[in-house]
């Protein structure tokens, strides 16, 4: 007979769930309101899923760090709130740019507002808990929902670009689940801290090595795949093109930010281990795709091409940072995402703002280096934005991303690391030619087009969007001091 | 005014904001009046200025991230302060003379920036404030070359920036590591230079972080061989960008051995001694003689420049009080000098499209005027005695002798053929029959140019008479600092050297 469990209410502590139940109860009300009435405008929606996102963002914000809850696969620790934090303003950042002047069609569903609620709740779980299982159904939802939403683009490229992160996904979910497996055979537990138990007692066994070997290799393929990290990157520029320009430039910030927890949750654990090897394979894959998808960005012919392997890159970058299993290293990784967020996304907005129903300048590219030319004389203020973008992606100071290059170059000197440092410095230097590129596109030639081209799309909300993030790209050095002492004040607190 | 340095630093970029509202007619005026008083600015700088002293003045600290150690630290000492003077003054007559007419608002929008940047970097005392203004001039001079240049424009200027960003990323990594040392030592973050003069690190890492530092400074001299992106940086820049380039921007490299190498590493700087004494002296000779090969007079001040480089970096590795007075004299000189020496060949650019020597010839004669000054520049810039360009290059080859009579010897060629390629330039398009139809009706110096010419020559020729109240500040800082670095080196023949320097100070 089975006994029947007892559990009291308060055991559960269920206000860890609360931020996650307030995305998808949102995303069910979107969907309510679109069954009592159909005709309702696409801007009503944006702010009510921004609504949703500032309570949900109130919600994180008031988690008592340190807390576990409903059964304890809730972990609610501190890189868990800060990155739920940066999941939901990367998120109220996004979701404005679908309020552009010329109608795209995706964005008059609903549903593509509620699966983008679903999509952030899957995140949250994901970067919420310690359970394996639990961050496969968060991982699988948040994915799922995602790949639903590059589809909904509606062009050719789209379908290829939703399909071939499906299988993608699917291949890395698979992965997955098989590294979930070994190191449940090996454990007999799927939570991390369990599992962390019960492999510091075992490590001396003979012959177990090969087994942790698998599983961390399936389980580091598995976030290979959804980091892009080389030699499973070659699905992100083609899905990146494929999808709509803001959402390239979210898929690049925030679904990396939730796997990049997972991955400091699982390989922080088997580097505290001291598996020492899994860090070498780490530090050789981030310094592979740092410099392989630099060299890959060179010779793009297209913007935004460029700027997917660019994105691929940084994430090399903060790769490496991972591999330091520094409380320092954790924070570079979360103050270069937050940093990073701002001008990528800004960057993907700039392009936004010049996308067409159809291909005018090139029949292959959306963006095609041509279509900036000039674009100095055409829109003066444009062009300097962007060009800040640029050069704070290349880390130019005093512009954001080179505080977070220089907290990540820090924190490998001070592991010493001192050679990590010296080829993160080099790959910049090599970053810096294909940004340049763009800057000598936009301010030193001649426009090759007629002028209503590049600013198509502009409308008020999409200039407040990137209003913001050039703020943020260029104030930067007055906000770095309060933003790392709470990301290394969580982190620490969080024992990371 | 306590916070003049933070008005001279922030002064010429809150004008260029408010420049985009000026009318594109008015913008000349209105850039020529904000250099004007930046100039105007940096002179009350001077006057205040506290000779005796040999410290950092007008020090200013606002800690900006202080868990990482970054603050707003800036400060000047005799070492600096002329270099700021000098960029406020290039910067000025620049402006003055410059004959642009496409896109005059941006470009005197990009040049205020510049200027932010320039002085900027000379009176950080923060490394990473330092490294911020130091990376941010890269930006106004790409586009100064880009827009404004020459065909091969675009190579150009992504080829400077690139050497430079390059070169300087490696330098970020020796100042991240510094701070680390530091972090190790102390247990505070900072990046302030002056704490981190007080560390006192072991021979090999301040070798590392020697070369570290070296790979920054040493492309922005250019040293020799890292010098191929400044051919074409003067080739293709329009004549204000070369301007700027030789006068300040270089200065910047070197001005970073004394400011970060020399205090910070004694005993490695004075190890290096030999392998830079050799390379500066191959940046003489070969220089100069690759200058006289040109046929593009352009291209021969470019070059001489390098050559003139070789003879400031081998002043600063002399590390006695003569040779490093006379290196930061003579950035001082180089920078009015060839800046001048720029801004005429713009002037005969400007008249005929070309720069071919080969075309020239017999302008004596036609452009009286045009000819005095250029004579006289190119002698400042050979070195004859009471022109400013003698008291820098013979107190470096003083300096120098104490540490090798041999390779000053050889250094001291550099006058020789120094004075055969610039006299072969003056003979060549200067005298002889006007052959070429096209210079007969060539008009002498209008009086923009003259204007802007004419307090170069003044400085010039006063400074080569009278060198004692620009060189008696430098020299005090300089002393303070050999003093400083004889206390602070660990190895005996570090102390050997310095101690022969200090011994033997005295006579400037």
Redesign the interface.
Known sequence: MLQPINVSLESLNLITLAPMLIAIAGGLVILVLDLISEKLHKSLYVMLTILILVIDFGATLGLNVNERGFFDVMLIDGISIISQLMIIVGSIIFIPLALTSKRFHEYSYPEFFALFLFMIAGFQFMVASDNLILIFVGLETASLSLYTLIALHNRANSYEAAVKYFTMGALAAAFFAMGSAVVYALTGSVELYKVAEVMATRLNETGIMIAIFGSAVLLLVAFSFKLSLFPFHTWAPDVYEGASAPLAGYMSVVPKIAAFVVSIRIFGMYIDLGVEWVRVTILVLAVLTMTLANIMALVQEDVKRMLAYSSISHAGFIMAALALDTTEGTTAIFLYYALFMFTNLGAFAMLWISRHKNRRFDKRFDHPYEKFAGFIHIMPVGAVIMGLFMLSLAGVPPFSVFWGKIYVMQAAVNSGYIWLAIVMGLNSAIAAYYYLKLIVYMFLMDPVKDVDTIYYNLSKPLMAVIGMATLATVGAIFYIQPLISYLYYMISASGY | MDNILSVLVFFPAIAGLLGFVVDKESARTYGITVAAIELFLSLWLWFSFDSANAGMQFVEMIP?????GVSYYIGVDGISLFIIIMAALMTLIGMMSMSITKNIKNMIITLLFLEMTMIGVFVALDA?IF??FW??S??PM??II??WGGPL??YA??KF??YT??GS??M??GM??M??VY?NLTGVWSFAITDWYALVLPVDYQLWLFAAFFFGFAIKVPMFPFHTWLPYAHGQAPTIGSVILAAVLLKMGTYGFVRFSLPMFPDASVMMITPIAVISIIMIIYTAMVAYAQKDIKQVIAYSSVSHMGIIMLGIFAMNAEGISGSVFQMLSHGIVSGALFMLVGVIYDRRHTKLMSEFGGLASVMPKYAVIFGIMLMAAVGLPLTIGFVGEFLVLLGFYQVSPIMTILAGTSIIIGAIYMLAVYKKSFFGPVTNEANKTLKDLDAKETWSLVPLVLIVIWLGIYPKPVLEPIDNSVKAMLVFMDEKAITKEAKDMIKVAKSSQGGV
């Open positions: 900006l991230i202080p868990d990482f990473i490294y911020l990376e941010l890269l930006v790409l586009y880009g827009a424009r675009v200027s992504i920036f690139l960003f390059a990323l490696i970020l990594v991240l590591f701070a680390y972090h």
